[in-house]
């Protein structure tokens, strides 16, 4: 058809090497403005045949972290906790984290006295984990002990950590943090307070 319409307007003495010449051209603008649009779509095919994400997953891009709210022909789309949205053009998705692939960890850290017993405070700990996981309903494996994180400038920090869905790990992290809370205020075992030792020396007495 094409070939047919260039011979009759060459009958009708039309001027085709210039038509064809600007069609040309035109087209070459097309192709060059039309291959963003290419990567994207052909990325976001990419996306959806190898299942790298669904809608639904929680990932990570960089610093922003979310659920994958819409998988588009060009664009996808990422809400995190705070209701903002992350609009990503498909082809710019070069490294992302799955966060829905494994369970989550969920992780709280407590303070305790250096005075207190540690030995006595992991054994309180440990006994009434069972207890805890009873009234955390959304923890699917834990919780459990993990030992002394870190031994800080006034407390030393023990940690409890439990495997939960990514879009729990929030209310399970704050759970968490409000049953120690109960259990050590049932066995008299203190959260400290940031303290500052100041030592006086005989000019500063006088």
Known sequence: MVIALI??????NVPTPTLLAGAGIV???ISFGAQGLLEDVFAGLSIILEKQFVVGNFVEV???????IEIGPRNTRIKNIYGNILIM???????????????????SEVSIEYSADIEKVEEIIKENLLAIKE??????????YDGVDQLGDSAVIVRVIA???????IDVRRALNK??????????ISI???????????????
């Open 7 to 12: 011979l009759v307007l060459s009958a009708w």
């Open 27 to 29: 087209g070459l603008a």
């Open 62 to 68: 960089g610093d922003f972290r979310g659920e994958v």
């Open 89 to 107: 053009a498909n082809s710019d998705i070069r490294e992302i984290v799955n966060l829905s692939e494994e369970l989550s960890f969920a992780i």
């Open 135 to 144: 009234k955390i309903p959304k923890v699917i494996a834990g919780p459990k």
């Open 163 to 169: 495997h939960c869905e990514e879009r729990d790990r």
């Open 179 to 188: 049953e120690l809370k109960i259990l050590f205020d049932k066995n008299n």
């Open 192 to 206: 400290p307070f940031p303290q500052l030792v100041i030592h006086h020396t005989k000019e500063s007495k006088e």
